[in-house]
């Protein structure tokens, strides 16, 4: 019997979610990924998609429409000119990768405050802890500068941190990249009390993709956002 793409899906979704936690949520990442197949990943029981692009996701919605218990988060670098697109289309920005554009994203959500959705935009800070020249995000040092700056963005639910290590690495230092970013989150912690900052929490951890994942988990993550392990390798 030739199985099912639901079948093959499914297999392989309870395959990985025996090695996870009950309290990690893991993100299908969907960037590449046609609707169809998202249904599949759907009715498999996934109901957290991540994707990379504005304009893909906004497609993909109006395609899946009918699904409303799903959950959107962007996962990519966002142009501050399009942060206002971004918190229409998803309830988790987890790339908020500088001052400027968390502060633009405040703004936008003070401001479209009678809109349920843009209410409080539940998003991450993403750091960069080792050179990247791919990647955005804030230094150990830079991000604890900005802190004060960061907990005046009262209309933004500060979640915690996202980290990517830089492709590549071996796995005692990817572990350590996973380490340093829960122990930075640490270290917000005791600031924020110290000083007594009042919206910024850090009780989320969004690291771990398909070949570190369990690395990830070791080091704390809650959130983890699988894409090839799931859908196969992209195009
Ligand atoms: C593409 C992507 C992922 C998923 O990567 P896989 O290696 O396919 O699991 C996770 N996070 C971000 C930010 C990505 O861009």
Known sequence: MISSPLSQFGDRLSQIR????????????????????????????????????IQEAE????????????TWHLIGHLQSNKAAKALELFSWI?????????????????SSSEQPKICKPKIFLQVKLLPDPNKFGW?????????????????????GLMS??????????TQSVFTQTRDLA???????????????????????????????????ATMIRLGRTLFGDRA
């Not at 001052?99 to 003070?110: P, T």
Request: hydrophobic letters at 35%; charged letters at 25%.
């Open 164 to 173: 990517i290590p830089p492709y590549g690495l071996d796995s005692s230092k």
């Open 18 to 53: 025996q090695t996870l936690p009950q309290t990690v949520r893991l993100i299908a990442v969907t960037k590449q990924i046609s609707p169809e197949m998202m249904r599949i990943a759907y009715e498999a029981g996934i109901r957290d998609f991540g994707e990379n692009r």
């Open 94 to 110: 987890h790339s908020v990768d500088s001052l400027k554009l968390a502060q633009r994203l405040n703004q936008i959500a003070e």
């Open 59 to 70: 497609d993909k919605q109006e395609q899946l429409r009918d699904l409303t218990d799903v």
């Open 139 to 159: 230094s150990a040092a830079e991000l604890l500068t900005d802190l004060p700056l960061l907990d005046q963005c009262i209309h933004l639910d500060i979640a």
């Open 186 to 220: 640490e270290e917000i912690r005791q600031q924020t009390r110290q000083h007594n900052f009042r919206h910024i929490q850090m009780r989320e951890l969004s690291m771990g993709m398909s070949d570190d994942y369990l690395l990830a988990i070791q080091a704390g």
